[in-house]
């Protein structure tokens, strides 16, 4: 090779993923694709109740059945199975109930586990859960929030229903309030959504004398091993977590499951391995749900639109128990509510209250989107009740490209944007102008169609998280990242992530990153993740860290192999580290490009170890762990433009135009599909999606009959495109995508719809938008 | 037990099979063919497509013993010697994710252009209506599966000629 051979970079190339070898062929690894020989199945049996007390569990029955090999309730299980972790004890005076795994006196939900069968083959273990006879003395369900919280209510938990309080406020909030001109004041309920990642949960256990080996569709393997540890007791060092082929997870597989605790409990009982898988129906009644919270919002602002305060009360339906980072979802949207504007007062309140229904925790966006929507919202109406189009409005408030760094009332330092830049794009693809003169026309005209236009012009965190902003919040772990390099003989490179992908394509977006840091060809780049025995350290995937935490990770510890790479190509070549400069994956004598080793040659070098210089160890392999300074704040805005039929209340979206700036992009393929498929998330929770519960506190939408994810036939094509303003707190400018899309998209739609109806009288709409609700808000408009 | 023999991805199996068992279940647990994943209950998210005679079904929604005598066609049995051009294109346009859901989508799309050759943008998306997807939007999909419409229609164009 000679000095002239230039790498094209990397970086930047829409290059076709290497993991799709394996996803269009069927080779793929889910979970609940393992076999293992003498495996058994685990079927669990849940309280088909809100809210009992047990008083008997009979499995004499069960016992009896053919292959059955055993069967478990929770009071077998009682003196072993700890309590489910709870990793965000976000104030002092938290409530923090127990969580069995298996439920022992008392059920809190519908799909609370309460016994366990385990046999031959899952058809087996399924028919015998109805041999298992349960009786229940049923208590009364607690369902709504403001009920819950009321005096007299019944209680889902001795301590009471409130969890926490968490306040936060900046500036003079009195002040901002008083004599101001505007005030603007709204409620708003973000329902509760089932995440539906469409690989169902699964878990494998395999105990080979103390030590086990657990797959599980999990985001975290590496979290759930140090929990699983602190849980059930068994050594970290004896316990190996998996995560191998996961097909999404959108925050429902951020968690340390019952499923995933009692499997490793039974393996370890019955000392063989173990496998459950659920079924879709059981999944939307037991895996985490996501939003569900009252957003009361009051906004002052004075006549020519300019913000003087926000004020936001909180109601958070942790359900019957908080998980993982249950409490700490709201408290993300904290930070997110006064979004890209500027103004001198803000206070924020929120209350975490307990209810007889699934728990909630992360699900795409988690928090962001909640205070995205509120405010968003609130921008539209005031810029209705002042009379304004609303991106003026919005220009009018937020910070301009040249006032970054700036650190908002919420606190945080945003480090860079172009919220100009972005909107003016946006506005050119969508032909805004166009649109709103048609609008008109056809309001003025009485059209029983209206066409609306919905603006979004969102911001959001990401990055999660630097450690020390986590402390400040009681986050029970850091938020670095971990990355180690390994050259192989050959001059090949194994790049070992503690990100742990499931569909984010982080093998080939990190090979493409290390073949630029080390001028190795793409190819020649193998990326491994989510096994902790391959990769034991980590922070695992999720609130769009991979890359702008993982993804540096790689960058330092490719940096150390260069490094390392100079004192030894300098000693083969016997001149000084200083001599040499790097050029394309090689170091070369600078002035004379001829003499030079590339990284392969040195790897080989390091391999045979016979001529290196005194004291240098004959290795390359390097780590880092990398924990960021501050977050990353991507930004966009989103234009949404949907008909509303009048008649039928039907809402067809006409046209979705989309400009986000997320910094430098690494792979704009991998890009632009997380952004169309965050949209499509966030006009699922705009439209179709709700998990709703009945006066009881059954689940009425546990199947995907009656929980609506959208189909093809039910979404437009997006228009997307991109500003890019580097993010100056990490080495590659990048931001993070993975949530941004279902964080902007939500409130656009819904502003789209409001704006279509607001001549008719027509305030708001609650979400899900279906027909149904859109016919009875313009009903309710007319005759108010 | 019922005894079923079929042809899965062009080799023959003879089974024993309780009546009650479902084909995904024959194939990923019976014949190990684990390529077809489970998405639901309900015969809702697609996941499960799979040809059988050259149809698509959904095989969480039939028997083993309904397809005795079959020939079935997995995503494990589309590829030729090379890649099918719906993998092809599923993979240059990015029409996967997390990928669970699209051994589903393309043998659905397979028997979507075996129907409708030329279909337009709006007929994919009804045709793929009964697949789910929870990653992609649908947006790459739909151009994925035009892509090969487009390729088919000049291939044609090109043997006519
Ligand atoms: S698994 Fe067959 S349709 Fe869902
Ligand atoms: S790619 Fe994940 S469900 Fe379609």
């Known amino acids: ?784 | 037990m019922n005894h079923v023999s079929m042809r899965i991805d062009g080799v023959r199996y003879d089974d024993d099979v309780e009546p009650r068992l479902l084909l995904v279940h024959y194939l990923r647990e019976v014949a190990g063919r684990t390529g077809t994943p489970v998405g639901c209950d309900t015969s809702n998210c697609g996941a499960c497509t799979v040809l059988m005679n050259g149809v698509s079904v959904k095989s969480c929604s039939v028997l083993a013993v309904q397809a005795d005598g079959a020939e079935i066609t997995t995503i494990q049995g589309l590829a030729n010697g090379e890649w099918h051009p719906l993998q092809r294109a599923f993979h240059e346009e990015h029409a996967l994710q997390c990928g669970y859901c699209t051994p589903g989508m393309i043998m659905a799309a397979a028997d979507l252009l075996r129907d409708n050759p030329r279909p337009s943008e709006q007929e994919v998306r009804d045709g793929l209506e009964g697949n789910l997807c929870r990653c992609t939007g649908y947006q790459n999909i739909v151009r994925a599966v035009l892509r090969v419409a487009g390729e088919m229609a000049g291939e044609q164009a090109g043997a006519a000629s």
């Open chain 1, 1 to 784: 090779m000679t000095a002239e051979t230039v790498q094209e970079k990397e970086v930047g190339r829409a290059r076709a993923r290497k993991e799709d070898a394996r996803l269009v062929t069927g080779q793929t690894n889910w979970t609940d694709n393992i076999q293992l020989p003498g495996l058994v199945h685990i079927a669990f049996l849940r309280s088909p109740l809100a809210h009992a007390r047990i008083t008997r569990a009979d499995t004499s029955r069960a016992r009896e059945a053919t292959g059955v090999i055993a069967v478990f309730t929770g009071a077998d299980l009682a003196a072993e199975q700890g309590s489910l972790p709870c990793a965000w004890p976000v104030t002092p005076d938290i409530v923090i109930p127990q969580h069995p795994p298996m439920a022992v006196d008392t059920v809190r939900y519908a799909g609370e586990i309460v016994a366990a069968v385990v046999a031959r083959d899952r058809y087996a273990a399924a028919d015998a859960l109805e041999a298992i006879d349960v009786d229940y003395e049923e208590l009364p369900p607690v369902l709504d929030m403001e009920e819950a919280l009321a005096e007299g209510s019944p209680k889902v938990h001795e301590q009471g229903n409130k969890s926490f309080v968490w306040p936060f406020s900046n500036g003079d909030i009195e002040a901002a309030f008083r004599d101001a001109p505007v005030v603007l004041e709204r409620t708003y309920r973000q329902q509760r959504l089932i995440p539906s990642a469409m690989e169902p949960r699964a878990v494998v256990c395999a105990p080979v004398g103390d030590e086990f080996t657990l797959w599980s569709a999990t985001q975290i393997p590496h979290v759930l091993r140090v929990m699983l540890a602190l849980v059930t007791g068994i050594p970290e060092h004896k316990l190996r977590v998996i995560a191998p082929d996961v097909g999404g997870g959108f925050g429902s597989k951020l968690q340390v499951t019952a499923e995933e605790v009692l499997a490793l409990l039974i393996a370890r009982r019955l000392g063989r391995p173990v496998k459950w898988t659920e079924s879709r129906s059981e999944g939307n009644l037991a895996v985490h749900h996501g939003r569900d919270q009252i957003q009361r919002i009051r906004v002052a602002a004075g006549a020519d639109g300019r913000l003087r305060g926000l004020d936001v009360d909180l109601l958070a339906d942790m359900g019957a128990y908080l998980m993982l980072v249950t409490p700490g979802v709201p408290l993300l949207g904290a930070f997110m509510y006064n979004a890209i504007y500027k103004m001198d007062a803000y206070s924020f309140r929120c209350t975490g209250v307990f209810t007889t229904k699934t728990p909630t925790d992360a699900y795409r966006g988690a928090g962001r989107p909640e205070a995205t929507f509120a405010i968003e919202r609130v921008m539209d109406d005031l810029a209705a009740e002042l009379g304004m189009d609303p991106l003026a409005l919005r220009e009018r408030n937020w910070i301009k490209h040249t006032e970054f760094p700036y650190t908002t009332i919420a606190g945080l330092t945003y480090d860079s944007g172009n919220y100009e830049a972005a909107t003016a794009a946006a506005r050119e693809l969508f032909h805004y102008d166009e649109l709103r003169k048609e609008a008109a026309e056809r309001a003025a005209a009485g059209d029983p169609v209206r066409l609306g236009i919905g603006i979004s012009t969102f911001t959001e965190m990401c990055g999660l998280a630097p450690s020390r902003i986590l402390g400040q919040l009681a986050y029970g772990a850091g938020g670095w990242e971990h990355a180690s390099i390994r050259m192989l003989p050959t001059g090949k490179v194994e790049a070992v992530t503690g990100s742990s992908a499931h569909g984010q394509g982080h093998e080939t977006a990190w090979s493409q990153i290390v073949a630029d840091e080390l001028g190795v060809p793409f190819e020649d780049v193998r990326v491994l993740h989510g096994d902790t025995f391959v990769a034991p350290k980590g922070m695992d995937t999720y609130g769009s860290r991979s890359l702008t935490v993982g993804g540096i990770a790689v960058v330092a510890a490719c940096g150390k192999v260069r490094e390392k790479a100079r004192v030894i190509a300098a000693g083969l070549l016997e001149v000084s580290p200083d001599d040499l400069e790097w050029s394309s994956g090689r170091w070369q004598v600078r002035g004379d490009p001829d003499q030079g080793k590339t990284i392969g040659e040195i790897a080989l070098a390091t391999f045979a170890a016979h001529n290196l210089p005194e004291g240098v160890e004959p290795s390359l392999d390097s780590d880092a762990t990398y924990d960021p300074d501050n977050f990353s704040f991507p930004h966009g805005t989103h234009l949404c433009a949907a008909e509303v039929d009048t008649e039928t209340g039907a809402v067809r979206l006409r046209s979705y135009v989309a400009v986000d700036d997320v910094g430098q992009v690494v792979n704009p393929l991998i890009v632009e599909g997380q952004v169309h498929g965050g949209i499509a998330q966030g006009i699922a929770q705009a439209l179709f999606e709700e998990a709703a519960y009945d006066s009881s506190g059954t689940l009425v939408t546990a199947t995907l009959a009656d929980y609506l994810v959208p189909s093809a036939a039910d979404l437009p094509a997006f228009v997307t495109s991109r500003t890019a303003t580097p993010s100056t707190t990490n080495p590659l400018g990048v931001k993070g995508v993975g949530e941004a899309g279902t964080i902007a998209s939500t409130p656009a739609v819904v502003n789209a719809i409001v704006d279509a109806l607001r001549p008719l009288g027509v305030p708001d709409v609650p979400m899900p938008c279906t027909p149904e609700r859109v016919w009875r808000a313009i009903r309710e408009g007319a005759a108010r």
